[in-house]
């Protein structure tokens, strides 16, 4: 099923961010917004988890969603464990062997076994990213809406996340939609890659990837063709 942005409008103090917008989302894949900063992004993502209203247009397929977010700072309760943080937003419905069950087995997924009972303030930067990744798939939503939540990482630890996202996800193969401004973020994990002009933003390319998310390499023929051709479209290309 598709989810539609259909004809938005948005401005700032008459500068129009979206005039007259039209997307379509598809369900149960990765779709990566890739655009320049300042284009919109997180307007957009907060327009489509309805924090934020259009000035005019709608969204269609949207009105029965329930959505999570990871944003670029965990933003986890420091009062709560690692493990109280994950079963806060796990459903209400489950029992309570049920809802242990998952969260271990969410935070063995991120590779955190250990640091269960660790608070927030007791872990690294990049151990608090990987439980606020970990509580997004522990909150029954449809869609986990994520804006750039590996910008200000090195290399190394963005690599290891892209590790941990995949292979969450693969267990789950829930609805992302995930906002960066760097493309080869975008082409590690998106199954469709979108890229926003400047404001106003038009979609200038749209491109999807085939190859399973979590077994890509950069060095893939394919990928690099198409990171040329990202570029490009992004207008960085010297
Ligand atoms: N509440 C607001 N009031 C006034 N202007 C705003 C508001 N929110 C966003 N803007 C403006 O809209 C523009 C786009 O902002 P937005 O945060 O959506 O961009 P972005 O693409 O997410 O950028 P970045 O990649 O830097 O995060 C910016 O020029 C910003 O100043
Ligand atoms: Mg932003």
New binding site residues.
């Given amino acids: 099923m598709r989810m539609q942005v259909k004809n938005i409008s948005k401005s700032?103090?008459g500068?129009p961010?979206y005039s007259d917008f039209s997307m379509e989302l598809s369900e149960g894949i990765i779709t990566c917004i890739l655009?320049?900063?300042?284009?919109?992004?997180?307007?957009?993502?907060?327009i489509i988890g309805k924090l934020?209203t259009p000035d005019s247009g709608k969204l269609t397929g949207f009105d029965d969603k329930l959505f999570s977010y990871i944003f670029q700072d965990p933003r986890l309760l420091p009062w709560k464990t690692v493990m109280g943080n994950i079963e806060f937003v796990l459903s209400r419905n489950l029992s309570s062997e049920e809802r242990k069950n998952q969260a271990e087995r969410l935070i063995r997924l991120v590779e955190l076994e250990g640091f269960a009972d660790y608070y927030p303030s007791q872990l690294s930067g990049g151990m608090r990213q990987r439980v606020s990744i970990a509580r997004a798939f522990a909150c029954p939503s449809d869609v986990i809406l994520m804006?750039?939540p590996l910008s200000g990482l090195d290399i190394a630890l963005k690599q290891n996340m892209i590790r941990w996202f995949s292979k969450i996800w693969k267990s789950d193969k829930r609805t992302v939609i995930f906002?960066t401004?760097d493309v080869d973020e975008a082409l590690l994990l998106g199954n469709e890659i979108v890229v926003?002009s400047q404001?106003p933003a038009r979609i200038v390319a749209h491109e999807n990837i085939n190859e399973p998310v979590g077994n890509r390499s950069m060095e893939e023929p394919h990928l690099k063709k198409l990171r040329q051709l990202l570029l490009n479209a992004l207008g960085q290309l010297n």
């Fill in positions: 700032y103090n500068n961010l655009g320049p900063s300042g284009c919109g992004k997180t307007t957009l993502l907060n934020i804006d750039e906002v401004h926003l404001a």
